[in-house]
């Protein structure tokens, strides 16, 4: 399976640069991304189903915003989040599927609490290899 991101070093929070072929595919696997840091995404059972509507300014607050709004579906309990496919989107708008499981404490075993997204270094790039992001989490 091909690793779609990198933990990158940062003092005392955690960075990751992601990569994708296209902006959806960049976006699908950041949330990915920070969802493994969290628990293990295979342990997760996909059976619950959430759309997602969410709009910024630009491309990089629509992907702050993005990660921000599942992290608080699984830090108010309402889902683990597992599975994320980007239905459609362009620089300041995107409608995203996720699925996932109800959190509950017979889970799988939680790695690591992030309690935000940052704006901290935040950068998204495209050039003819695809695209690539790095963002950082206050963990």
């Known amino acids: 399976m091909k690793r779609n991101y ?3 070093n940062h003092t005392a929070d955690l960075g990751l640069r992601v990569f994708g072929e296209t902006r959806e595919e ?11 840091q969290i628990t293990d995404l295979e342990q997760i059972r996909p059976h619950l189903h959430r759309s997602l509507e969410v709009e910024a300014p630009d491309r990089e607050e629509l992907l702050v915003r993005f990660l921000s709004e599942l992290l608080y579906l699984f830090t108010s309990g309402a889902l683990l989040p597992g ?6 989107m362009d620089d300041r ?5 996720v699925w996932g499981e109800k959190f509950s404490a017979s889970l799988p075993q939680l790695k690591t609490e992030i309690k935000a997204v940052t704006y901290h ?3 998204i790039d495209h050039d003819e290899t695809g695209w690539k992001a790095e963002v950082i989490f206050d963990v």
């Open 26 to 36: 960049l976006f699908a696997n950041a949330a990915a991304a920070m969802f493994a």
């Open 93 to 97: 708008y995107l409608e995203a599927e």
């Open 83 to 88: 599975k994320f496919k980007i239905k459609r």
């Open 121 to 123: 270094n935040l950068k």
């Open 6 to 8: 990198e933990i990158i």
